[in-house]
């Protein structure tokens, strides 16, 4: 069973621009949560989509926003980025009707704002 | 207070001995608690979770979890370097919100 994908891995933008992450569940997972870490925060909740609607919302300014499709494939965007946005952004799935909580995490997008 | 804390470390142990890692949460209704390893550069990766009272082991990890002092645990024995990692503790919350602590950097010297 394919894990799950993030992609780009890696990118760099500056400041003002915005972002498109990109998130690629386990199949058969519907719900995706999306975490900043950043080395002084640790792991942040953005997010968590189920169905294609937003369930859960952590506290982040307006500027990170996400969907989910029909094939529970997750973006998030970032707009208006900040120098403190540079992090890595975590996409995990999980199994919501075998309701263990468990996270599968992808390998991340680390996003560095110059 | 934070809903999840862990002592950030680093914690550092001789190979071979027990690790001893805490957490405290702070929602009395939590009912399932998880812990994950990360490896620097890696994303975590689930080596125990436990709903019930008392020591779940498996292996060489034991996850103890005391309810009515709000207290969950992870004891690593025999430590190899191997284990060398952070160790972060996760509450789930209601509604599918899984809160992290800051993790725990342990150091095991070979």
């Known amino acids: 069973k394919a894990g799950v ?3 780009p891995r890696y990118l760099i933008k500056t400041r003002g621009q915005q972002v498109t992450l990109s998130c690629s569940p386990i199949s058969g997972h519907r719900s995706v949560s999306w975490y900043q870490q950043t ?14 609607t937003q369930r859960n919302k952590g506290n982040f300014p307006g500027r990170f926003s996400g969907r989910q499709f029909s094939n529970s494939r997750s973006e998030m965007n970032v707009s ?6 540079s992090a890595l952004y975590l996409c995990a799935s999980s199994d919501r009707q075998m309701n263990t909580g468990e996270l599968f995490f992808g390998e991340g997008s680390r996003l560095t704002v110059l | ?3 999840v804390e862990q002592n950030s470390g680093p914690l550092s142990v001789p190979e071979g001995a027990i690790a001893s890692l805490n957490c405290t949460y ?7 608690f998880f812990w994950y390893r990360q490896y620097s550069g890696k ?4 080596i125990m979770f436990i709903y019930s009272n008392g020591d779940k082991e498996d292996g060489r990890f034991t996850a103890q979890l005391n309810k009515a002092s709000q207290y969950v645990s992870l004891l690593i024995r025999d430590s190899q ?3 060398s990692a952070t160790y ?8 599918f919100k899984t809160i992290f602590g800051a993790g725990t950097r342990l150091f095991v010297k070979a």
């Open chain 2, 1 to 3: 207070q934070k809903e």
């Open chain 2, 26 to 32: 702070s929602d009395r209704g939590s009912q399932s």
């Open chain 2, 81 to 83: 370097p191997s284990d």
């Open chain 1, 39 to 52: 080395p002084g925060q640790g792991l942040q909740f953005l997010f968590e989509y189920f169905s294609e």
């Open chain 2, 43 to 46: 994303s975590p990766e689930l």
């Open chain 2, 88 to 95: 972060l503790c996760a509450v789930p919350t209601g509604g």
């Open chain 1, 5 to 7: 994908t993030q992609t």
């Open chain 1, 80 to 85: 208006t980025l900040e120098l403190g946005d």
